[in-house]
């Protein structure tokens, strides 16, 4: 069995006049062996009811007949064992936006978190957007500047879900001025790939066959820190300007991919779009 | 004679408490062999009296006993035979903020223009912020949106005062989340190079020794467009996300240079800082 598919979305997708994200999330839910039944996860907010009915209208809107609540506000709720079956009864999981540290802080560790994690290897789609984006990565960006130049101290981390790992994934990127904080992550350690997903435009995730794929109506920058000559990171005083050369910068909106292996963007043809 | 060095100003410089990029200026015409004077150009304003005066103050506290006005607000007074001679009697120029298309389509092709580039080539030392900034190049940026991705439409473009050849220069460059407009217009024609300078930020550039140093408290972005491997800016509607890969990005700070000819970072040594 392959591990799930992501579908990783920048914050504001476009839930009404062209949700063309949110149905390409749908059809390929519907394309998978997996059952009809999207369950949306509202923990990052703390209007969980107002969030989950605005996804199931959006959902249903679009041809989804079954959008199913999951309303964890508290460790406890999360360590219920049910959540080891119910997982497996969804075909997807989608992540709602609000705050990305609730979303680790009450669900890391837990058992909907270690059932998640299973059923995501056992080919469970997993979507996110905004905190539901950025808590993919291991390492996720808990907060940092808007336009703001990169220091030690414009960008603050956090241990994140982990669902795609070796990457630092950001979101609201271009709308929100956030190079210089993704930038920031970069430079502790060029190893990870910054991915930052413009609003209303997604990923999709492909980590069996390492790929990834431009969704929505905006640009995908992708920050490869491997070509990173120099970085004066670990020798400059918090609060002032790193120095970071070499970083290779591929900007993609809708009509490319990227390799995630060889790191090299790629085009897709309109057949293979969303194929898995 | 060498060409004169330019000082290349992000916008809003401190001119109070910490003037560093104005004192380096200062000691930098102080240092050559030219006339302890600059002229202060205010054409790209219409508040020239109260530009003028903020200057005049900020160069006069920090040791500037001679700072002359050069108030041009029109092509009548920027063809005055006078110049010629004008031109050749001030150590440096100094071109304040406003609107660059008042510096290009006020000054281009006159007297003034001519005269400014016979003793550019001659040595006068050229400092420019913002708008005075932005007309370095030839190519320059007219406008475009703030924090917004590239789109062919992200940029509009116009000819600059051409004193810094093979460049597209951009000002307030993280401070207004212009990665977008400037990327858009490096897609039009990789071989130029990008520069973004944040405020109370500049670069000093030496074209006769090829490099260029940064000066100030934030970052200068170069993006180096030569090793773009794709780019779909010819076929992409007006107002579609571009995609452009393989783009190089420096972000450079102070202690930071950058040679022109290799297009490589490099350190600055203290002792170097400002030689000319």
Redesign the interface.
Known sequence: MDIGPLVIIGGKEDKTRTPEILLQFVKLIQKSHRRDVVGVVTTASQLEEQVFRTYQHAFEDIGMVRVEPVIIDSRAEANAPFWYQRVTELGALFFAGGDQLRITSLLGGTVFDMALHQAFREGLIIAGTSAGAAMMSTTMIVEGE?????TKSSVRLATGMGLWPHTVVDQHF????R??RL?AALAQNPGVLGVGI?EDTAIFVDQDREWLEVWG???VSI?DGR?I??S?VHSTPLG?????????????????GFHLKTRQ?MRVEEEDSGEY
Chains 1, 2 share one sequence.
């Not at 808007?146 to 990169?150: G, S, Y």
């Not at 271009?174 to 001025?177: A, I, L, M, N």
């Not at 970071?244 to 910068?249: C, G, K, P, S, Y």
Request: proline share 8%.
């Open positions: 808007q336009d703001d130049i990169p271009t709308q929100r001025g190079l210089g930038l413009d109506s905006q640009t920050l070509s000559g120099e004066n002032q300007p790193l120095s970071i050369t070499h970083v290779t910068l591929h900007v993609l909106s809708k009509g490319y963007p």
